[in-house]
């Protein structure tokens, strides 16, 4: 067993992450003393034997205090490979970065934040939203001042139905700005919060969030997805504040699309519906020209 826990400790040692190696060198060392104590009490003959016990000991000894004294950049090269890793995840290699990453650091809970939100994504690839879930709720626990730690464990609880749960994640992430994130991270908050909005019937919050998110990346979705969006809230009665929202959400989806016909159509018939004949009337001699 000493053997192996030595193994996992070189191998680690060997891909730079000195730190990870530690607990493992210790537990070798542990094993190895107790080994010792062992053999003290065994006959004479066994004196070359302890001799290369001792040897042992004193190779783990110096990887050990090697490591103590290690202040900067000993966990660079497990972060550059976790980063190839995740530039590597797609759908069908989910299951290759994840056992990339059980290579790197056999026990889950010795990873980083980094690594462990890596290991979420890969899970929701497979499908294993549990399991995802429990590994960003550690990446979460372990760096939760990181926005995209609360926004992976977020869409992760959205796909096993506990809104509630996602939306208290990105509420606080939403009202402290879109400004800090970065361009991604704003996105995917928008999209996630907005779903959590839909599923937890508050289309008024769904729309004010679908609004940011076609403002900051208009060809995100499919211009019929938008519209559909839209369509929710003009089913709201006249007055609505979620209806009116819904108006000035289609009137943006023209600016960005003035060819659309079916946007312009739509269009048409809200302005018509509110009583803005003037603007609604334009619209229907634009789109009776040939």
Known sequence: ?????????????????????????????????????????????????????????????????????????????????????????????????????????????????????LEGKALMLCGRVAEAIASFEAAYAAAGQAPEHGINLAAALLAAGQASQAAALLQPLHQRGLAVLEPDQRAALLRNFATAASQLEQPLLALQLRRQWLQLEPEAVPSDRWLGWCRVGLAQPPGDHARQEALAFLQDLRRLHPANRAIAEVLAETLEAEGDYRQAALLYRELLRP
């Open 1 to 117: 067993m000493a053997d192996r826990y030595y193994e996992l400790a070189e191998s680690m040692n060997a891909r730079g992450a000195i730190e990870l190696a530690v607990p493992f060198y210790r537990q070798a060392l542990a094993m190895l003393m107790e080994e010792r104590d062992q053999l003290r009490q065994l006959l004479p003959e066994q004196q070359q034997q302890q001799r290369l016990l001792d040897s042992r000991e004193e190779q783990i000894e110096g990887l050990i205090t090697e490591a103590a004294l290690l202040r900067v950049g000993s966990g660079s090269g497990l972060d550059e490979r976790i980063a190839e890793l995740a530039e590597e995840l797609t759908p069908q290699s989910a299951q290759q970065v994840l056992a990339g990453l059980r290579e790197l650091v056999p026990e889950p809970e010795l990873l980083p934040a980094r690594g462990r939100s």
